[in-house]
């Protein structure tokens, strides 16, 4: 597969840790939303989620 066949979809992220600085983190990737969409979230606090 060619690079540029792998990137014809949109990247699928995935955060890890929804500490103080994850919502900087999801303004950046929201701002890629053409070519990146976030689709899980973890945080062993399940309130830090909300």
């Avoid at 990247?11 to 103080?20: D, F, K, Y």
């Avoid at 990737?29 to 399940?46: F, H, K």
């Amino acid at each position: 597969m060619s690079r540029e066949a792998a990137m014809t979809k949109p990247l699928r992220v995935g955060l890890i840790g929804a500490g103080m600085v994850h919502r900087h983190h999801l303004i950046a990737w929201s701002e890629l939303r053409d070519n990146a969409t976030v689709v899980a979230m973890a945080d062993p606090c399940g309130e830090t989620l909300q």
